[in-house]
């Protein structure tokens, strides 16, 4: 029977009604019924330059949340802009940002916005834009090979913060080719290695298979790591009132008490001159990390020697802080192996027999300060071994290398 016009008139309006909201839904109930199982990492193994990497990482990352065919998903790109935020890439084996995180940070920006499917819009990492978003995104560096030929794993993840759950894993390798590899002023000032469970279970989450859990240690503190990241950010612009009231606000926050936002309220109340409050901040750091069994200190030395740095600017503060070590120590009556690390440069037996008497000299100055560590202490010497940059440059990128450590042990 011939469709009457009234018919026909109302089929359009209704048509017309549903819109883009109709397709969209539509569009969500296929993804649901086709995407039965989690998605494969994509994972590259051929050496790339750098910026070849980042191309194929990240791309291997966004075509994984295309679960829909061809033709919807061509469909879907035209209607649907996935909003994520990124919690910057940092250094797997330090913890650190860097010069090459934060290209890589902005490599990965400027190749999510080029994509003509399966768009994503960036949004800024802060706390009040996580209940706007669908994805957080993680990445970390790692180094690869040996100096004759030094390469960079590159590991993202995508994360859906409603789940928790990665549901994309991408991995592809890089020459380490002219890359700048100095830390951020605030890693670069730091007292100490600030790396804790926290930054463990960023660095897990980035390397996590696509349909697994990220990290509940790290996901259950997104909301300040927010926070976080805009205080290190104010701290890098040399804006020190400012970031110093922002890690006091994360401080305050639920899953606030990390090892970053105590060094970060020591670093700042240093530079505004406030050295009652630094030294008392500089004891929480230790305090916490004596709680975490693990301390690494950059107490820097005189080329093959074991006297102190001679420039006051750096060496300055390391009476203070073996007193707060010494006091922290003594007050928690813990035993601790005290271990020297040297740079990659010299021969092993020399860094070896150099990394023993430095780590014996720390020991010696914290028995001044509490002579009962003399018998909770024994020193160690772990020479290049142990080395967390390994660059060799015996600058600011290996400064980590040059590190005490104080592992605690049973008594």
């Known amino acids: 029977m011939p469709m009457s016009r009234a018919s026909t008139t109302n089929r359009i309006s209704f048509s017309a009604w549903l819109g883009p909201a109709a397709v969209l839904g539509c569009l969500s109930l296929l993804a649901g019924c086709l995407a039965t199982a989690p998605q494969q990492a994509a994972v590259s193994t051929q050496e790339l330059s750098f910026s070849e990497a980042v191309v194929v990482a990240t791309d291997g990352l966004a075509n994984q949340t295309q679960k829909l065919p061809a033709l919807l998903a061509m469909v879907e790109s035209k209607l649907v802009r996935r909003n994520v935020v990124v919690d910057a890439p940092i250094d797997a084996a330090s913890g650190q940002q860097t010069q090459a ?98 930054i463990d279970g960023y660095i897990g989450t980035a390397a996590t298979a696509p349909g697994a859990a990220a990290n509940p240690v790290y996901m259950e503190r997104v909301a300040v790591a927010g926070v976080i990241s805009e205080a290190g950010t104010l701290y890098n612009a040399e804006r020190y009132p400012e970031s110093l009231a922002r890690y006091q606000e994360a401080r305050g926050q639920a899953g606030g008490e990390q090892l970053r936002t105590l060094n970060g309220i020591y670093l700042n109340n240093v530079r505004l001159g406030r050295m009652a409050e630094a030294e008392n901040a500089f004891g929480q750091i230790v305090a916490y990390g004596l709680r975490a069994s693990k301390l690494d200190v950059k107490f820097l030395f005189n080329p093959g020697s074991t006297e102190f740095w001679s420039d ?91 590190r005490v450590e104080f592992r605690v042990e049973p008594c």
Not at 102 to 123: D, N, P
Not at 137 to 164: D, F, H, M, S, W
Not at 370 to 376: F, K, N
């Open 101 to 198: 995180t934060q290209l890589l940070e902005r490599r990965i920006a400027e190749r999510l916005a080029a994509r003509t499917e399966g768009k994503f819009e960036l949004l800024p990492f802060k706390t009040e834009n996580l209940a706007k978003v669908q994805y957080l995104l993680t990445g970390t560096l790692t180094r690869q090979g040996g100096p004759a030929k030094p390469l960079l794993n590159i590991n993202l993840a995508l994360v859906e913060l409603k789940t928790g759950q990665v549901v994309a894993q991408a991995s592809a390798l890089a020459r380490d080719e002219g890359l700048n590899h100095t830390p951020l002023p605030i890693y670069q000032d730091s007292p100490v290695l600030v790396k804790d469970k926290v």
């Open 312 to 402: 006051a600017r750096l060496s300055g503060a390391y009476p203070m802080w073996l007193r707060q070590i010494a006091k922290e120590s003594t007050g928690a009556r813990v035993c601790m192996v005290i271990v020297g690390h040297t740079s990659r440069t010299g021969s092993e037996q020399t860094n070896d027999v150099l990394s023993l008497q430095r780590a014996l000299y720390i020991q010696q100055r914290l028995a001044a300060e509490s002579p009962a560590l003399a018998q909770r202490t024994k020193a160690s010497g772990k020479g290049w071994r142990e080395n967390l940059v390994g660059s060799g440059t015996d600058n600011a990128v290996d400064a980590l290398d040059r």
